[in-house]
Every structure is written in C-alpha cells, then in structure tokens.
C-alpha cells in the first residue's frame, strides 16, 4: 500500500463519496481497497447507507417538540432555553406594537414576537392581523397559516379568529390553517377551545396532540388524535415538508404553496404515488430531482413550471 | 416482469433504500441472532455478509418488506455456515425457522412513525462527542456541505472529514446495540389515547 494516504476505512469512503466525485486517482484507490477484500463492498454499503438514513433526521431536530412524551435532558434544556426567548419577548414587547398586521409572501415564512410575549410563526402566504385589548388578545387569520406560542394571561384570552372559526387559548401552542370558511386546528400543548361563530354552545375542547377541522359545514366539530402526525405537519416552521406515506399529488399541493413556480403532475397516475421523505419547501426543482429518483418520474422544466411526468419508457412498457 | 426484472437502479437509489428499509432493522437482527447464542464475532460476520449479498443486488425494487428480507437474507447466511462447517448445532435451523416466520410480516402497526425514527436519528447525533456532533448536525440537520462547515468552525475541510469519518464509525458502533424502539409499539397506542371534553 502506498505511503501518505489516510486511514482507508468504508467510514472514510463513505464520506468520501459524499461531498464530490472522487478525483481518478481516488477512484483507481477505492476500488483496489474493495478488490482487497470481498466484504467490504457490504461494509460500504452499510456505511453509505447509514448517512442517508441520518439524513431522514431533518427537520424535526430542531423543530419544537410535541408536548408528549420524552423527558431527556435536550429537550429539557430547549424548553429552559425558548423560557428564556420568552422573557426576552415580554421585555421587547413593551416596544412592540399592539396593532400589527403580519403578511408573508410566497416562501415566506416569518416568526413574529407579539406585544405580549407570544410568538406567531407565520407560513407562507398569509395575513394575519393583531389586535391586542384590555379584555382579550385577538387574532385575525385572514389567509394561510399560522403557529402560534401563547404567553399565560389567564386575564386576557388569546382568540383566533379564521373567518367563522374561533380558537381560544389561554397559554398554549397551537396552529390554524385557513381554508375558506374553514380551519384546521393542531395543538401542540395545552388545550384550546374552538367554535363556529354563532354556535358558541358546540364549542369543542381540543387537547395537546390532537386535530380538529372546524367548519360550518361539517356540523359537529371532530377531534383526533394526531400526536405523530402534528410534529409532521408543522415541519413547515424549519422550511421543510415533511411526507410519510401521502402521495405526489398531495405533496405538490403543498411545495406549491411556498412557490411561484409551480409543479404540474402530467401523468395522473403519478400523483397517487406515495412519498416519504423531508424536502425543502422552497426548492421545487430539487423536490423534482428526488421525485424523479423516487417513483421514477421525469423531469420538465419549460421555465413558466416544473412538470412531471412518467418517463416515456415505461409507458412503452405499460402498453407491451 | 421480465422488463421490470432488467431495469437496474442507480446506486445512490439503493443505498437510499437500504437506509431507510435495512439499517433501522440492524440492532434488531443482531439481536435475534444473539438470541441464538451465536458468538458475537459470528454475529457480525453474519451481518456483513447480509450487507454484502444486498450490496450486490442491481435493484431492491421487488422487495417488498425490507426487514424480512434482511431477516432472511442473515438466515441464508447462517445456514450456509453451518453447512460449511459441516456442524449442526441441535435446535438452531428449527430456531430460526420459527423465529423468521414470526418475523415474516411486521405488518403496519409495527412500521415505526417517521416521529420515533427521527427521535432515534437525533439520538444518535446527539450521542456524539462534542466535535463531531457539532459537524454532523450541521451536515446531516441542517445540510450544509462541508466546503460551508469548515469555513464556519475556522478549520480545514481535511479536519471536518476526519471527524465526520470518526462520527459515523461510533454511530455504526451505537447501531448495532441501540434498538429502533420496534419494541415500544404497545406503549405507543397508550400514549395517543386522548380524552375529549365537550363543553356545552
């Protein structure tokens, strides 16, 4: 073996392969280290394979966690740490307006402190309106979407408002989704209440890693359990999507909100391909890239869109 | 079938694959195996070999339950062993055969939530040493190349890969004994019980 090279381990070459394509000498050295020994093309493979899997621990991993569960000393010290983000808030809140409106562009997504020590992250799309009074702290959703971290004031309730939708927190986490006349409400800790205006009287309780979808339409309000799901879906505060199982179609409604380019699935059969997997919400293009390695679809750009298709082949194929 | 048998997948698609549907399931392979009392050194020539017959596959996409076929594949392995050495130990095949049938299915309910994957990836990383956790959540949370990372921390590219080299050989090392949680499914159903309050 020649002198001066590092410490060939399948480790080193995993990590090798990972950042460029290897130079030629590199390659001519990687594959005489596999010609060594046939077991080390297993042991490659197992090393490669491992960062991919790492790979999968995005987005959540600094996401806030659900209110559940794990009691490790980590999230121990980032509840300690967002206490601290939160006093920091109230004490800037005395500067902070009480009257706002928050509105985000496409692939915006911003995280506001409220004049009341409250957080809203807001995603893409959205306007949202603050009116902070004596008696009550409101929210108007206008459009879109929005997280929110209520600061306790057992005093002043906390109240979304999502067109007829109301959501009322005292101190809590929770999200609304406008869609229309309805919402959906995921919380994320504490309990909520939610209603329909005008039917105060059927106002549900809505507790920590559960769902509702509220809608005049729908009658009575339904809560489900979503304690796994809830942590998925507002992947949307660290910029990601994040997808276990939904298909294509569902997952380009979504990129599509974040973007003005837009993705079209022109085979319909390709939408109902299920997806698992994080992807940035702000890179369609490379959400096409992986598309196509996934289900096996092909890629168009014609600059006005990205347009996704089933290759050519295998149609051909199909018709055989 | 005969076309679809003859379209190979690229390489990054299987390691991709073998990430996701494979390498979770290892600790738990090594831990069946064990169950055997199959000596330590058996068990992990037994689980390279099963690395290695994957590796030479041109595509995974007739396999429909990863972890059975790794299951399966480790048990093929065994089995040639033993004929090799020409030694059978009593009780070991009808073992293994009972224990891969019951393995066979692991069914949806015993898939893991992409949740507690994530919690285990990110228990993994943040078992690190301080340095290489620093760089591998930058890379693999964060993504950033490594080109950025070291321009960050002040160090040379040389340095970051010498320690995302050392990460990922202890967080091999802590795969082969730090369960995937497989075991928590029963605990899991309790915990997403909810009461609802109705009001009014």
Not at chain 1, 2 to 10: E, L, R, T, V
């Amino acid at each position: 073996m020649d002198k001066g090279h590092p410490d060939y381990s399948a480790e080193y070459w995993a990590i090798r392969l990972e950042s460029a394509p290897l130079p030629e000498a590199e390659q001519i050295a990687l594959e005489a280290w596999l010609a060594e020994d046939e077991r080390r093309e297993g042991a490659l493979l197992r090393a490669q394979a491992t960062l991919s899997y790492l790979d999968r621990g995005r987005a959540l991993s600094h996401g806030v966690p659900a209110a559940a569960n794990s009691n490790t000393r980590r999230d121990f010290v980032r509840y300690a740490a967002g206490g601290v983000a939160a006093s920091l808030a109230v004490a800037l809140g005395l500067l902070l307006p009480r009257d706002r409106q928050i509105v985000t562009q496409i692939g915006e997504v911003r995280q506001v402190p409220l004049a009341d020590g409250s957080t809203a992250t807001v995603n893409t799309a959205s306007k949202v309106g603050v009116h902070f009074e004596k008696a009550e702290r409101i929210v108007r959703l206008s459009e879109g979407e929005a997280w929110f971290r209520v600061a306790h004031d057992k005093s002043r309730p906390f109240i979304v408002e999502a067109g007829d939708v109301r959501v009322r927190a005292v101190g809590t986490a929770f999200s609304v989704r406008r869609r229309n006349s309805s919402a959906d409400v995921l919380v994320t800790e504490g309990i909520v209440e939610t209603w329909i205006v005008g039917k105060e009287a059927q106002a549900v309780r809505i507790a920590a890693g559960s769902k509702a979808f509220v809608s005049r339409d729908a009658g009575e309000i339904a809560t489900t359990p979503a304690s796994q799901e809830i942590d998925r879906s507002l992947a949307w505060r660290t910029g990601e999507l994040a997808l276990d199982g939904e298909t294509l179609a569902f997952a380009v409604e979504e990129i599509n909100r974040y973007n003005a380019k837009k993705l079209v699935i022109d085979t319909p059969d390709l939408g109902r391909e299920p997806l698992v997997g994080y992807f940035r919400t702000n890179e369609p293009a490379n959400f096409g890239h992986a598309v196509t390695s996934l289900v096996g679809a092909q890629m168009i750009d014609d600059g006005n869109a990205i347009h996704l298709t089933r290759p050519i082949k295998d149609l051909k194929k199909s018709n055989l | 079938m005969d076309l679809e048998a003859r379209i190979t997948q690229s390489r990054s698609e299987i390691v991709a694959w073998v990430g996701s549907h494979i390498v979770p399931h290892e600790a738990r392979l090594r831990l069946w195996l064990r169950g055997m009392a199959i000596s330590e050194d058996e068990v992990n020539d037994i689980v390279q070999d099963a690395y290695v017959l994957i590796a030479r596959l041109d595509s995974v996409a007739h396999i429909r339950n990863g972890k059975s076929y790794f299951f399966q594949t480790a048990k093929s392995v065994f089995i040639q062993k033993i004929r090799r050495s020409r030694i059978v130990p009593i009780g070991h095949l009808t073992e293994i055969d009972a224990a891969v049938l019951s393995d066979d299915d692991p069914g949806p309910e015993r898939r893991l939530s992409a949740r507690q994957e994530l919690d285990r990836v990110r228990r993994l990383i943040a078992g690190l040493p301080e340095k290489c956790r620093i760089i591998f959540e930058m890379r693999r949370i964060q993504g950033l190349p490594q080109k950025e990372i070291a321009k960050r921390l002040g160090v040379s590219e040389n340095v970051v890969e010498m320690q995302a080299v050392r990460g990922l050989k202890l967080i091999l090392k802590a795969l082969e004994t730090n369960d995937n949680g497989d075991g928590d499914a029963r605990k899991r159903k309790t915990e997403t019980r909810f009461e609802v309050e109705k009001n009014g």
